[in-house]
T-cell receptor, first 111, second 113 residues
Framework: EDQVTQSPEALRLQEGESSSLNCSYTVSGLRGLFWYRQDPGKGPEFLFTLYSAGEEKEKERLKATLTKKESFLHITAPKPEDSATYLC????????????WGLGTSLAVNP | DAMVIQNPRYQVTQFGKPVTLSCSQT?????MYWYQQKSSQAPKLLFH???????NEADTPDNFQSRRPNTSFCFLDIRSPGLGDAAMYLCATSTRTGQETQYFGPGTRLLVL
C-alpha cells in the first residue's frame, strides 16, 4: 500500500538544539517529495521539493535530504519562530494527480 | 507578489444553508485544487481543475461542487452543509499535475451551526 509516515508525531526542542524530522515513504515510482510548514489556522507554506535520491536543498536553518526510502528535514539551531507543523507529501507514478500526505510533525521550540 | 488568495478567511453558516468559498490566483497556473483539512489530519483532496477539465475524487460527497469560470478563479460550493463539513478548506495551484509543486492559499475556516 502506498503510504507516507512521519516521525516523531511531536517534538519539543530548546532554542539552539538541532534535530531532524523523518518522512518515510513506500510508493511505486517516486516523482517528487514535498515539505511544507503549516502554522495553526493557516494553509501549508511550501518549503522544498526533492526529486531524486541524494538530492539536498537548504533554506536558512532548514535542510532537506532524500534517499530511496525516506527524507529528513534537518533543523539547525532552531528558534521559537520555527515552531509549526511540518508536513511531508509525495507524488508517485501510480497516481500522478494526487499527493499522498503524512500526518505531520508538530514542532515546538522553547526560548 | 504572485499568490493564492482565499475569501473569506472565516465563514459561519447554518446547517443546510448553501455556502460558497472562493479562491483566486495570480500565478497563472493551469491547475487549481480544493482540499478539506480537519484538525490534526492531513489535507484531503476533494477535486481539481486542469484548465477547464474537472476531476472529481471518487470519495468526494455529491454535496461538494466546484466552478472555475476562468484561469484565475475557482469556487467551492457546499450545497447543504452538515456538521461534519466544518473544517479548513484549502485552495492550491500548480503548473500541472504530477511532480509539480502545489502552492497553497491561507485557507477558509468553515463553521457550521
Amino acid at each position: 500500500e502506498d503510504q507516507v509516515t512521519q516521525s516523531p508525531e511531536a517534538l519539543r526542542l530548546q532554542e539552539g538544539e538541532s534535530s531532524s524530522l523523518n518522512c518515510s515513504y513506500t510508493v511505486s515510482g517516486l516523482r517528487g517529495l514535498f515539505w511544507y510548514r503549516q502554522d495553526p489556522g493557516k494553509g501549508p507554506e511550501f518549503l522544498f521539493t526533492l526529486y531524486s535520491a541524494g538530492e539536498e536543498k537548504e533554506k536558512e536553518r532548514l535542510k532537506a535530504t532524500l534517499t530511496k526510502k525516506e527524507s529528513f528535514l534537518h533543523i539547525t539551531a532552531p528558534k521559537p519562530e520555527d515552531s509549526a507543523t511540518y508536513l511531508c507529501a509525495v507524488s508517485h507514478a501510480g497516481n500522478n494527480r494526487k499527493l499522498i500526505w503524512g500526518l505531520g510533525t508538530s514542532l515546538a521550540v522553547n526560548p | 507578489d504572485a499568490m493564492v488568495i482565499q475569501n473569506p478567511r472565516y465563514q459561519v453558516t447554518q446547517f443546510g444553508k448553501p455556502v460558497t468559498l472562493s479562491c483566486s490566483q495570480t500565478l497563472n497556473h493551469n491547475v487549481m485544487y480544493w482540499y478539506q483539512q480537519k484538525s490534526s489530519q492531513a489535507p484531503k483532496l476533494l477535486f481539481h481543475y486542469y484548465d477547464k477539465d474537472f476531476n472529481n475524487e471518487a470519495d468526494t460527497p455529491d454535496n461538494f461542487q466546484s466552478r472555475r469560470p476562468n484561469t484565475s478563479f475557482c469556487f467551492l460550493d457546499i450545497r447543504s452543509p452538515g456538521l461534519g463539513d466544518a473544517a479548513m478548506y484549502l485552495c492550491a495551484t500548480s503548473t500541472r499535475t504530477g511532480q509539480e509543486t502545489q502552492y497553497f492559499g491561507p485557507g477558509t475556516r468553515l463553521l457550521v451551526l
